[in-house]
């Protein structure tokens, strides 16, 4: 492990990596090595390999691939629950890439639960806020379809046609909440919260621009069309576990990057397992596919070109979880609502530095909630769990959805989902920083499919990874 760190400062301060500091069979030589094995990841993996004869390698940190896809197996009713991403969209390759796998689909159905929304202040039941009725929320989405048709070409499946800067359509620069009023669309608000869980501390003031890519034609068509779709018979996550048994030796599970020097001929990097063992893979190009942080980026030996638009990106913490409470009855949601939402103003409803939503997973006899934390400021994986449990017990003091004394939070399984999102300024866009994120497609040898360079839905991702893959075997 010391060496691993020792390679990793030594890159940091610009010394080469010494390829001969490794024996022979710790060396890898590959045509394409992809950082990150999530849906982004493991979807270019397979059709490099399998579709393109492409050699590749993936490293993961995790002991698994799937990424934000979370599966918790409760022993107790031998059932699994989802509790990263719940259904899919038919857009791209996406029903395809389940049948590849022989994994059947079927429409994605959520089960009926009771909506009890909880002050955010004090979890006191918030019975003053009515929410827009479900017949008004779906005409505001159909109508937020119609007006944002005419962008899709420019904004799917990713940014590549982007508009000029000064070409920017000035209505998708301004505030959605601005844009929501003049177009009377206020209703869609709730399930934008829901679904696309946008606007963290207030929706109101995130360009619509922005609000677009959280929740773009695909989605918000799918969703008023009920095109979702999950695997029949199996969770999320047996597509991912299909993938690593297809994909076996190409994968290198809890490893991590700790040095790499990239330029124009292709790409060297040291890696780290879990056991402290380094490896040395020389690739011809490389596919990063987590967040591109400045954090996330730190062993790649970023240059001036590359740190600029990267640091520009706001931070989003997120934490998913599944939890025993038995002081909320089963098949209830609970919603953390901002106070300010009622008694109808819809749009404020996410005006609190943090947004709580406690899910029933609605197995009889079982107390388990699926749990979604995301704030709008940095937390820890300990401080977010702390904030949940106090949460709980406000509800418990507050009797907001029972008369029960119990405040017992009993985690099962906490995943961190941080991330980092598109808030720049009307200013920055019209100076180019979408050019500049994407100029560096190809740059030194690497390309980027994070999602936050397309859209944040899986069908959307693997759609973004297809129009990468031209451009990158084309220089290879």
């Given at each position: 492990m010391w060496?691993?760190l020792?390679?990793?400062?030594?890159a940091a301060?610009?010394?080469?990596?010494?390829?001969?500091?490794?024996?022979?069979?710790?060396?890898?030589?590959?045509?394409v090595?992809i950082i990150?094995?999530g849906?982004?990841g493991t979807?270019?993996?397979?059709?490099l390999r399998?579709?393109?004869?492409?050699s590749?390698?993936?490293?993961?940190?995790?002991d698994?691939l799937?990424?934000?896809?979370?599966?918790?197996?409760?022993?107790?009713?031998?059932?699994?629950i989802?509790?990263?991403v719940l259904?899919?969209i038919?857009?791209?390759n996406?029903?395809?890439?389940f049948?590849?796998?022989d994994?059947?689909?079927?429409?994605?159905?959520?089960v009926?639960?009771?909506t009890?929304?909880?002050?955010?202040v004090?979890?006191?039941l918030?019975?003053?806020y009515?929410?827009?009725?479900?017949p008004?929320q779906l005409?505001?989405?159909?109508?937020w379809?119609?007006?944002?048709?005419?962008?899709?070409d420019?904004?799917?499946?990713?940014?590549?046609?982007?508009?000029?800067?000064?070409d920017?359509?000035e209505?998708?620069?301004?505030p959605?909440?601005e844009?929501?009023?003049?177009?009377?669309?206020?209703?869609?608000?709730?399930l934008?919260?829901?679904?696309?869980?946008?606007?963290v501390?207030?929706?109101k003031?995130?360009l619509?621009?922005?609000?677009?890519?959280?929740?773009g034609?695909?989605v918000?068509?799918?969703?008023?069309?009920g095109?979702?779709?999950?695997?029949m018979g199996?969770?999320?996550?047996?597509?991912y576990?299909?993938?690593l048994?297809?994909?076996?030796?190409d994968v290198?599970?809890q490893?991590?990057v700790v040095?790499?020097?990239r330029?124009?001929d292709?790409v060297?990097?040291?890696?780290c397992g879990a056991?402290?063992?380094?490896?040395?893979?020389k690739?011809?190009?490389?596919l990063?596919?987590?967040p591109?942080?400045?954090?996330?980026?730190?062993?790649?030996?970023?240059?001036?070109?590359?740190?600029?638009?990267y640091s520009?990106?706001?931070?989003?913490?997120t934490?998913?979880?599944?939890a025993r409470i038995?002081?909320?009855?089963e098949n209830?949601?609970?919603?953390?609502?901002?106070?300010d939402?009622?008694p109808s103003?819809?749009?404020?409803i996410?005006?609190w530095?943090?947004?709580?939503s406690?899910?029933?997973a609605?197995?009889?006899?079982?107390?388990?909630?699926?749990i979604?934390?995301s704030t709008?400021?940095?937390?820890?994986?300990?401080?977010?769990?702390k904030?949940?449990m106090?949460?709980?017990?406000?509800?418990?003091?507050?009797?907001?959805?029972?008369?029960?004394?119990d405040?017992?939070v009993?985690?099962r399984?906490?995943v961190?989902?941080?991330?980092?999102?598109?808030r720049?300024?009307?200013?920055?866009?019209?100076?180019g920083?979408?050019?500049?994120?994407?100029?560096?497609?190809?740059?030194?040898?690497?390309?980027y499919?994070a999602?936050?360079?397309?859209?944040?839905y899986?069908?959307?991702?693997?759609?973004?990874v297809d129009?990468?893959?031209?451009?990158?075997?084309?220089?290879?």
């Open positions: 060496r691993a020792l390679i990793g400062l030594f301060l610009g010394f080469a990596i010494d390829e001969s500091a490794f024996a022979p069979a710790d060396c890898i030589e590959k045509d090595a990150g094995g849906a982004s979807y270019a993996a397979v059709r399998e579709d393109l004869n492409k590749i390698v993936v490293i993961e940190r995790d698994h799937g990424g934000h896809v979370n599966t918790y197996h409760d022993p107790a009713s031998n059932t699994d989802d509790y990263g259904a899919y038919r857009y791209g996406s029903a395809a890439f049948e590849r796998f994994i059947p689909i079927t429409p994605y159905v959520s009926p639960q009771t009890v929304y909880a002050n955010s004090d979890a006191s918030l019975s003053s009515m929410p827009p009725s479900f008004d005409a505001a989405i159909q109508k379809v119609n007006l944002t048709a005419p962008y899709t420019r904004l799917l499946p990713a940014l590549w046609d982007f508009w000029a800067p000064e920017i359509p209505e998708l620069l301004m959605f909440g844009f929501a009023e003049r177009y009377d669309l206020e209703a869609m608000a709730p934008l919260a829901v679904i696309a869980n946008v606007g501390g207030g929706i003031e995130v619509t621009l922005y609000v677009y890519f959280a929740f034609q695909p918000a068509q799918g969703f008023l069309d095109s979702f779709f999950q695997p199996y969770s999320n996550s047996e597509l576990r299909r993938a048994q297809l994909l076996k030796d290198m599970l490893n991590h040095a790499a020097e330029n124009d292709g060297k990097i040291v890696t056991d402290g063992k380094e490896k040395l893979i690739a011809k190009k490389l990063f596919t987590p591109p942080s400045l954090g996330n980026l730190a062993p790649f030996d970023l240059d001036a070109k590359e740190t600029a638009p520009t990106w706001t931070g989003a913490y934490l998913a979880a599944v038995p002081d909320i009855p209830t949601t609970v919603l953390f609502t901002a106070p939402a009622a103003n819809t749009l404020n996410r005006d530095p943090y947004s709580l406690l899910a029933s609605a197995i009889p006899g079982e107390d388990l909630f699926e979604l934390l709008n400021y940095s937390i820890s994986h300990e401080d977010g769990q904030l949940i106090d949460a709980v017990q406000n509800l418990t003091t507050t009797h907001a959805v029972s008369n029960s004394t405040s017992t009993e985690f399984e906490v961190d989902h941080n991330s980092v999102l598109w720049q300024s009307p200013e920055q866009l019209k100076a920083i979408v050019q500049d994120v994407y100029s560096l497609q190809g740059y030194r040898s690497t390309y499919g999602s936050l360079l397309a859209q944040d899986t069908g959307n991702v693997w759609a973004f129009t990468i893959l031209p451009r990158m075997l084309s220089d290879l």
